[in-house]
């Protein structure tokens, strides 16, 4: 496991920034309360709707709105390991995840790519994500191989599947890989459990970690809650990453979008805590604003950068581990 920085102490020398003070954490934290208790989630999946249901939420069958009481927000996010263990098929690359550690990978997961040879932009290829899973295994600061690309030439049915396929052997880091489905979750910890030798050492040492996204504004879709109650049985990492768009699918201020990309991530730790308490939970964020003029979300913004400095400090203030992309 190579030595990683880390983001800060509580103690600054020199310069240093602190992008939200308790108080501000505070108010956050009371807002998306209000709004998970008051206003809810639209859950478009049955099996969590029970699951939530069963664990004490206010459940509306007929409008599929779930209302989170504020006291089982608090066990659920309680509930959340502290530190992951991000572990590489080769013990040396293990990731600690968690804390004030920094870690690097790529951001997934791209339907286009450059080129090497003739510059041409093209639809990406298994190809493609076979060379991206032996580039990340050869360079030294990439702590977990997530494909930055994605099979568009294979079936849409299931082109993560041989993405995997092609990663597992050609990298010996963990894999962060997203998934369509919770048929394909399992499948996906078939295949890696029959590397690592069986289901039960895999949860001791997951080589694989599974992405999933809110549908924002306050929606867990069909195949974002089907993808963290497979992850949550079996014990595997899940990053709940929002890509709420300030000005958009979120309010215009920054505060608000913070508000609801919060209560969209912790409705999903929710979910995975009430499936199987305990769950390794990442707090994941690519939210940023949305310009008008272009009708596109505008990753690398200053407002981007801020964001992702707020999210870091809730991800600590609830003492989850944190990922935060395009930044």
């Not at 240093?16 to 639209?42: K, P, R, Y």
């Not at 996204?213 to 929002?242: F, R």
């Amino acid at each position: 496991m190579r030595r990683i920085p880390t983001a800060g102490t509580s103690t600054l020398k020199g310069w240093g920034m602190n992008s939200l003070t308790e108080d501000d954490l505070e108010q956050i934290h009371a807002a998306t309360l209000d709004v998970l208790q008051s206003t809810g989630i639209l859950v478009d999946h049955d099996e969590a709707l029970n699951i939530l249901e069963k664990g004490g939420c206010w459940v509306n069958r007929k409008t599929k709105v779930v209302r989170f009481p504020r006291h089982l927000v608090d066990e659920a996010m309680a509930q959340c390991p502290s530190r992951i263990l991000l572990a590489g098929r080769d013990p040396e690359h293990d990731f600690m995840m968690g804390g004030r550690n920094v870690g690097f990978t790529p951001f997934g997961t791209g339907a286009l790519t450059q080129d090497l040879e003739t510059n041409e932009i093209r639809e990406s290829t298994l190809e493609d994500v076979k060379n991206m899973a032996m580039l990340c295994d050869a360079l030294e600061h990439v702590d977990v191989a997530q494909p930055p690309v994605s099979a568009e030439d294979m079936p849409k049915s299931s082109y993560d599947l041989h993405g995997l396929a092609v990663t597992l052997p050609n990298t010996t880091k963990h894999i962060g890989t997203d998934v369509e489905s919770g048929d394909r979750c399992n499948k996906m910890i078939e295949m890696a459990a029959a590397i690592v030798g069986g289901k039960d050492e895999l949860k001791y040492r997951p080589i694989v970690s599974f992405g999933v996204c809110p549908t924002s504004p306050l929606q867990l879709i069909d195949e974002c809650c089907d993808v963290i109650i497979a992850a949550a049985k079996n014990w595997m990492p899940v990053n709940v990453l929002s890509m709420a768009l300030s000005g958009a699918t979120a309010p215009i201020p920054l505060a608000g979008t913070l508000v609801i990309h919060n209560a969209e991530v912790i409705s999903g730790i929710v979910l995975a805590q009430l499936t199987n308490p305990g769950t390794p939970i990442i707090y994941g964020s690519s939210t940023t604003t949305f310009n008008m003029k272009t009708v596109t979300a505008t990753v690398g913004a200053p407002e981007m950068g801020m964001i992702s400095a707020a999210v870091a400090e809730l991800a600590h203030f609830y003492e989850v581990p944190c990922y935060v992309g395009g930044s």
